[in-house]
């Protein structure tokens, strides 16, 4: 088939951890694929370097270093299918310290993307936000219908922002819009800032690890191929102009229990250094994950102890040989 007859899909912020195995994942189905990441220095540029690197030589995909803030790299990308919009400042406690540039990047940011999508006439946007703006909701699981105005760090209230503008667009510029509350995701290539990661790191280097609070906090661990899984079901779906979903594993696990699988599939005792509980990080989430399966087919099938093992073979051989 001619490259061009391939569905075009543009992934924002594609070579970082989720946006690396979507761009896999849709050039291995025959879609054409253009990711733009401005490699963002958050955390090594050589991992992100790594995650593009494999496609450079396939004619179906194109890698664009920029940043969604610049507007006329934006004027030049055209003929898409659809946008995924992936690229944020990531992660809650590094928002508290830097709020301004948070919103700039994730609410501007954002709104660059709709624009680019209103003015080439993108039909279909997927937005990735955040469990984080559930803030601390007592009814579990959390579901797309509570209510979400309460956002605890600058982070989460990004996300809430980019929820809100999304449904603007969507309803004025006729604007598929899909909002997927990503609940903390895990696996191969995770971000080396998130827990998973540290942890391994440090128990496989012999060093302690920075353990919040006493343990109870707990978290529904959803693996990368799940959500990219569900990312899929959200470019493909063609019912209502705008949703909200949550893509969780519908299951939660506590950090206690996270460190000992962590430690199990290892082979090897965590030190813990036992710190005070973090601002801005919630004691639970917890997704219900209904919706996601009736408008899209989502059932999420890796184990915890499954992706962690998949985890630590990707650790092993990709991080720590190379360091
Ligand atoms: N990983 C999780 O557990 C999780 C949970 C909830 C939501 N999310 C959201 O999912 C998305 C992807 O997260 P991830 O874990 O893959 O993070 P990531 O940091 O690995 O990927 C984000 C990518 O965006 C790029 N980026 C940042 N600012 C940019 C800019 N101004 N212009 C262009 N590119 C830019 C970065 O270089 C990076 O490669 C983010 O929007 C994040 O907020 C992630």
Request: no cysteine; hydrophobic share 40%.
């Amino acid at each position: 088939m001619n490259s061009l007859n391939k569905p075009h899909v543009l992934i924002t912020g594609g070579a970082g951890f989720i946006g690396s195995h979507l761009a896999d994942s849709l050039l291995e189905d025959g879609y054409r694929v253009s990711v733009l990441d401005n490699l963002d220095p958050y955390y090594p540029v050589e991992l992100k370097r790594i995650n593009v690197s494999q496609h450079e030589s396939n004619p179906d995909y194109t890698f664009i270093e920029g940043d969604i803030l610049d507007k006329e790299l934006l004027d030049g990308i055209n003929d898409l299918d659809g946008i995924v919009h992936l690229a944020a400042r990531a992660g809650v406690r590094p928002s508290i310290k830097d709020p301004v540039s948070y919103m700039e990047t994730n609410v501007k940011g954002t709104q660059n993307m709709l624009e680019l999508a209103r003015a080439k006439e993108v039909k279909q946007f997927v937005f990735a936000s955040s469990s984080s703006v559930y803030g601390i909701n007592p009814n579990v699981p959390w579901s797309e219908s509570d209510y979400v105005l309460k956002p605890i760090s600058p982070y989460a209230a990004s996300k809430v922002s980019g929820e809100l503008i999304g449904h603007t667009y969507s309803h004025l510029y006729g604007i598929r819009f899909i909002a997927l509350r990503f609940f903390t995701v895990f696996g191969p290539r995770q971000r080396p800032d998130l827990a998973i990661n540290k942890f391994a790191r440090h128990i496989l280097q012999g060093k302690s690890i920075p353990v919040f609070g006493d343990g109870t906090t707990r978290r529904d661990y959803t693996y990368v191929a799940d959500i990219v899984s569900g990312i899929r079901g959200a470019l493909a779906y063609q019912g209502s102009m705008y949703e909200i979903v949550n893509l969780g594993a519908g299951r939660t696990i506590s950090l206690a229990e996270m460190i000992e699988a962590i430690e199990e599939v290892i082979g090897q005792k965590a030190i813990i250094d036992r710190q005070p509980e973090q601002p801005g990080d919630v004691p639970l989430t917890s997704a219900d994950i209904t919706k996601a399966n009736q408008l899209f087919g989502y059932q999420p099938n890796t184990t915890f102890k499954q992706g962690l093992e998949n985890f630590r073979e990707w650790l092993i051989a990709s991080v720590l040989q190379n360091s």
